[in-house]
């Protein structure tokens, strides 16, 4: 493979590790420090990995749960042991768990969701269930309605149109929507604004079971009784506990009442497994689903409403617990005052050997190198700190709650902050901040992958170069850094990213496995090692990856900060958003024509209730002159930067703090439009896709929401933030101008 | 509606019927002919035809049975009622029928296939069936075979490729592959080819069940126990009979032995039903198929091979049976010697309610008309022929061997060749000779859909508007003529244009009803008029279509051929051409780059056999130049003719003979290199695909299969053709310059 491989190499010689510093490192720098990673890699140990996540793994651990406390006090123990400072950091949250689930069909032919997934011989740990949280969505709110089904898809915005195109309103019904395409939330949380009284989210075997693979045992994909459990809180309105948004849940924090908060749903919703939903959906009438609808179940879908007439019950113990973040810190030998915080969650919804086991063993076995290294006489430069939080899984709350305690001292101090989670094998996932990417695109740079015998990035450029689509092909070719994505949201980077603009990234391995355990009593041990990653081996890798991440950050004399790809990608978003103006503008001008000059109608079946869309308001011309003015200030002040500083390790207390609170600039106190908690300008989560980020997010829902009177404002609001930043730029280059001479 | 379409019909005001005059005919006789035209409406009537589609449809009536006799002598009495001179023409043909058909799953889990359609009580028809052809594959070979199963897909060429990709060979092994794609004998044919010995075919309830929609008798879908049965002849070889190629089979005729027949299959071939392929696919094993081959059955679909090891044992009664085709003449008044045939067959796989009855009992009304016209003074000018084919189901046997029996004259009198067959409701669909396309379009210019209230022109136009891709969008609003289809095979116009050169087109409605009742039992007449044609309004609407397609061309004093349309139609296929070669080449390039630089083989799962494709050789460049000069010759001389004689009558017997002989000029006697009995150069089935067509077919298959040294020389001879249709043209010009001077 090498020899064939000779082009590749000679193509991106410019990369090839033994060449170059290391980012915000000189010459000698950079010796020492790929000295101390490689004594740091001799210490990763898959089987001691493979020891604590089987240890971990054995019994349910969410949070509240007795296994929860007791995996922070190992995880505690074990960082202690290798010379962390370790406190247990607490928090009062309140989390709902089930006490009546109750999903029936009424009628045309009675059938009651059974809401529990089977124990399986071939795995010992599905039979480990006495404290498992049964199926659930947490955060939905308590409720009992009956009414007519109506199927709505992904239940996202677009669905709705379809189904108003066909005369079905959801109101007073009930909607079945399947899992996928938005983050679960989402899904009641439309319903809800569309009128519906209730909620099931189900995974369609054409998505996520037989459909797509094996399923589990034979395979690893979805059990026929698997039912993703998952948070359905509002959080693209705020994350963390529901009681005390944008302040920290401390034992006498002020907290809302119940009634007065805003994430939990409006209407009440529960999941099941798609052996549970074949009876309600198959006693559906009304038009046949379009095609790009359809499920992978054997019937004909439709979309009713009814006959199938449903009642849901779902009542929830609404408790009080404390979540458990395990906080471990080693102190800077140089910096103590800059923090580089390292975090992965150790809550589980069940067994959670994948999600989040897998990803938090690696950063143990991560701080363990580091405190070895710490020990043999090479500290970190600056504090490093690890979080396993707690109670991510209903909400990124042990991470939230911390983040909105401690805020001001982060604001002060956090240089950046490292996410892992679930990982698996396959190829390197890399979101994050695009002042990371340079860094962060070298670090993979310089570990080969573990089964393929080529470097990380290399086989990540590959897996684009094969299966990207031709914009990515073409750049996975032509540009020499692979873009790391932006975040929405998903893990315990939001609140650091978005709330305190503190640059962060995500970490993780995949694609080569499926994720059909997710959530479900088949995340276990014995799925992940016989499925997910057997050996560990990219497990290992993994630590490796983060370990240098982390001590790149820690020890560089200039912090691996960087603006030109920061640029470059802000120049795509800007690009994008004047495209999809573009686009929207043009098709909402074709269609209205269309509808205006009865071509939709006589085109379609009159046989059917589907009709024609509704005519749209003309999207206007906006003003992207100040946006497009800020994109090219940045881009040159990036530029400079970068000839100024891009080869040398010129720093300062001062400059390194310039640099570490640039990303803060992308912030503003007032928040997003209608959700303030979120001050990021550059990255969000969709305020109608959960996860799924939206980049340049005030001009870009605004246009997607057809809120035209918001672009114009919007626009300058982004422009004001792209602005600060180029200014902060100049200013650095100034300074590293002023120390070089 | 007719309001809010006031811009389309400013839009498209100069083909407003009233303001035109008939293409061939001048105001004068426009008028007068659209006069008759209207007197014809009138004597279709809906409730007659039902009456002769539900006699007809009573029972199964393949070519061979009683009922199909019975069938022929009822049109031919009808006919001859009306006034025509009417004869049965006779001809002995090899039809094999079943008589073992056996299709065994020996393990893991043994399970016989029942390969029979269930009756249901909700269609009587279905349970008149004692004279029923149980579900096979005419024209496959005999044969017992005894391998492991391998999942091939659609069977197409594609297919196997991937299959080569996960290192799977189908040699001794037997082949499943899904209906669909292609025409069914390319299955059987490819699999073959790569060393396969037997062939199941069935179509998957994804594509043709209830994934698509509710399934009979609920709705018009295909019922789980439904087979589609079909012909298996190599027909992109040589359709009609197996043994006569080339010669009508008449009595006395030299025949091939049947052991020298190439279009019988190399391996036995049996279809059936997704109930009964349910237990075959659930019983394989290997790698899971990549996503786009799974189908909508309830499991992980297997590529195989095995462990599923089967038995198919199928034998067939090679019989010699007499086809009956109608043939009814009305002679012309002014111009005997110049024929206009119009044609659709009358035999059916089972009760044939929808193929071919639909489209036949519309002929039927048509010819009824005609003759009432003629018995009212208004005989065609030109002789009219109707013919009701026997044997098309098996391989277009009627037709073919009658085009054959009487090639000379057929050659020497037939101005054009009209045919329907199985038709619905929804959307005008028209393919044909490009010469015809004005002439056509014109007639969809002046009848209404008979449901929405518009013409048929401006609905198709609408359809294309709203669901075209968007080349066929752009045209729908820029292009005044809709374009007619280009014709592979699937019906009987295929010996009148393939093999002699009439120009012939397809005419039927469709779009709004589904085919699931396709070669089935339940092709019904229940189902159909449940839910392809209620009442017959499509079918009504479609005789008066035909009938002004016959006697514009029966009575035009210049026949209505056109050439803008066709130069039109072809500057775009040798555009297609040059794309073709050139995304080939480039494709062809960058793969073999990311191969040989080793990046496939590193982005792939190094845990499936999944593998790299195989290098190619490089697609050379060609040299165009010949036909695009004669494009630019044709295009040119189209023109000028349009300019000449586009808004005239002017016409003689020499003219018209020019014009009716032109799409002659577009064939060789030497055929299509591999399968001479394909004569036309521009249209002609796929030799690997079987009913879809390929333009300029010697080039463009010549670059499809990579055949890189007979694209030179296939440019050559489609210049040559184009040059000689050129120059018939500029000598047309000269001729109706001459008659007017």
Redesign the interface.
């Known amino acids: 493979?090498r020899f064939?491989?000779l082009?590749?190499f000679a193509l991106f010689s410019a990369t090839a590790f033994s060449a170059d510093n290391i980012v915000g490192f000189d010459a000698e720098g950079s010796a020492a420090q790929r000295e101390i990673e490689a004594q740091l890699d001799r210490t990763v140990d898959a089987r001691e990995m493979d020891g604590w996540l089987k240890l971990m793994s054995a019994r349910p651990h969410h949070v509240g749960s007795l296994a929860s406390k007791e995996n922070a006090e190992f995880i505690a123990e074990l960082l202690e042991s290798w010379g962390y400072d370790t406190e247990i950091a607490e928090y009062e949250i309140l989390l709902p768990t089930p006490s009546v689930r109750e999903v029936e069909l009424l009628g045309p032919t009675p059938y009651s969701a059974t809401l529990r997934e089977d124990t399986l011989v071939e795995d010992p740990s599905t039979s480990v269930r006495e404290t498992l949280l049964e199926p659930y969505n947490a955060f939905s709110t308590d409720g009992e309605v009956e009414a007519e089904l109506v199927f709505v898809n992904y239940g996202m915005p677009a669905d709705y149109e379809i189904l108003e195109r066909y005369g079905i309103d959801v109101t007073g019904k009930i909607a079945i929507a399947k899992y996928g395409r938005s983050w679960r939330g989402i899904k009641p949380k439309l319903a809800g604004e569309k009128g519906a009284i209730g909620t099931i989210i189900y995974s369609d075997?054409?998505d996520d079971g037989?459909?797509?693979?094996?399923?589990y045992p034979k395979?690893p994909?979805k059990n026929e009784s698997g039912v993703q459990r998952g948070s359905v809180m509002d959080m693209p309105t705020y994350p963390g506990d529901v009681l005390t948004p944008g302040r920290g849940a401390t034992k006498g924090a002020r907290r809302l009442d119940r009634e007065d908060a805003r994430t939990i749903t409006e209407i009440p919703v529960l999941p099941m497994s798609y052996r549970d939903a074949l009876p309600f959906l198959a006693a559906m009438g009304g038009e046949?689903v379009p095609?790009e609808w359809?499920g992978?179940?054997?019937?004909?879908y439709h979309l009713g409403p009814g006959p199938a007439r449903v009642r849901i019950k779902a009542e929830f113990n609404w408790d009080m617990v404390t979540a458990y973040n395990v906080i471990a810190r080693l102190e800077g030998s140089e910096y103590p005052e800059e923090w580089v915080i390292r975090g992965n969650h150790h809550d589980g919804w069940n067994h959670g050997a994948a999600d989040p086991l897998s990803g938090l063993v690696a950063m143990l076995a991560e701080a363990k190198g580091v405190a070895e290294l710490a020990a043999a006489g090479h500290p970190p430069l600056r504090t490093v700190i690890y979080a396993a939080w707690d109670a991510e899984e209903p909400g990124l709350i042990g991470s939230t709650e911390w983040v909105e305690h401690h805020a001001d001292d982060l604001k002060e101090h956090a240089v950046a902050y490292l996410n892992t989670d679930g990982s698996s094998r396959?190829f390197m996932n890399i979101g994050g901040s695009h002042v990371l990417e340079r860094y962060l695109n070298q670090v993979t740079e310089e570990l080969d992958?573990p089964?393929?015998d080529?470097t990380l990035k290399?086989?990540r450029r590959?897996?684009q170069?094969?299966?990207g689509d031709d914009k990515a092909k073409a750049e996975a070719t032509e540009r020499n850094d692979l873009r790391i994505y932006p975040m929405g949201s998903g893990s315990d980077y939001t609140p650091f990213l978005q709330h305190l603009g503190i640059a962060s990234a995500n970490l993780g391995f995949g694609g080569?496995a499926s994720d059909g355990s997710y959530h479900t009593l088949y995340d276990t041990y014995e799925h992940y090692m016989k499925f997910r990653d057997p050996g560990l081996v990219y497990g290992a890798t993994l630590a490796k990856v983060t370990a240098r991440a982390t001590l790149r950050l820690a020890n560089a004399p200039r912090l691996p900060f960087e603006f030109k790809g920061f640029a470059d990608n802000v120049a795509m978003y800007v690009t994008e958003l004047q495209e999809l103006a573009d686009s929207m503008r043009s098709q909402t001008e074709q269609t209205n024509k269309?509808i205006?000059?009865?071509?939709?109608?006589?085109?379609?079946?009159?046989?059917k209730s589907f009709g024609p869309p509704k005519v749209k308001a003309p999207v206007p011309h906006f003003n992207f002159a100040p946006l497009k003015n800020a994109l090219g200030r940045l881009q040159e002040a990036a530029d400079s930067f970068d000839a100024i500083a891009g080869s040398n390790a010129i720093a300062s207390e001062e400059i390194n703090r310039l640099l570490f609170t640039s990303e803060r600039l992308l912030t503003r106190d007032a928040g997003l439009d209608g959700r303030e908690w979120y001050k990021h300008h550059v990255y969000a989560p969709g305020f109608y896709t959960g996860y799924g980020v939206k980049t340049i997010p005030g001009v870009r829902e605004a246009i997607e929401q057809r809120d035209y009177e918001k672009v114009g404002p919007q626009i300058d609001i982004a422009a004001g933030v792209l602005n600060a930043m180029a200014e902060r730029i100049e200013i650095l280059s100034e300074k590293v101008q002023g120390e070089s001479s």
Chains 1, 2 share one sequence.
């Open positions: 493979m064939l491989l082009a590749l075997p054409a037989y459909g797509a693979g094996d399923v395979g994909f046949v095609d359809r992978g179940l054997p019937i004909t396959g992958d089964v393929t080529i290399e086989r590959a897996y170069q094969i299966n080569e269309l205006e000059d009865g071509i939709y109608a006589v085109a379609l079946d009159p046989n």
